[in-house]
Nanobody, 120 residues
Framework: QVQLVESGGGLVQAGGSLRLSCAASGRTFSSYMGWFRQAPGKEREFVAL????????DYADSVKGRFTISRDNSKNTVYLQMNSLKPEDTAVYYC??????????????WGQGTQVTVSS
């Protein structure tokens, strides 16, 4: 099985930056890794994804130009660099993994989540 553990969340002022990390246990064979988020009172929504070697990358329109997803396969770790943060980015951020592109809508594996709070 695949276990995902997020870290790096916290409190930041609008316009600031945070970098989230997600460590996968052991060696994985997941072709894709990514991030979802869930704001208070809202459903979980897609944020970003990357294929194994970064050949396929996708972002939600709301974060394009501000967030960057990257992956270090030697460490089984995926990152989400978040810049120019806005209060509407406040959410619990979840790391995801899957062997196929279904990660875009219904990922197979999920982490426990890490809280990101952006103050105005």
């Amino acid at each position: 099985q695949v276990q995902l553990v997020e870290s790096g969340g916290g409190l930041v002022q609008a316009g600031g930056s945070l970098r989230l990390s997600c460590a996968a246990s052991g060696r994985t064979f997941s072709s894709y890794m990514g991030w979802f988020r869930q704001a208070p009172g809202k459903e979980r929504e897609f944020v970003a994804l990357t294929s194994r070697n970064g050949g396929t990358i996708d972002y939600a329109d709301s974060v394009k130009g501000r967030f960057t997803i990257s992956r270090d396969n030697s460490k089984n770790t995926v990152y989400l660099q978040m810049n120019s943060l806005k209060p509407e980015d406040t959410a619990v951020y979840y790391c995801t993994a899957d062997a196929t592109f279904r990660i875009r809508t219904t990922p197979l594996y999920w982490g426990q989540g890490t809280q990101v709070t952006v103050s105005s």
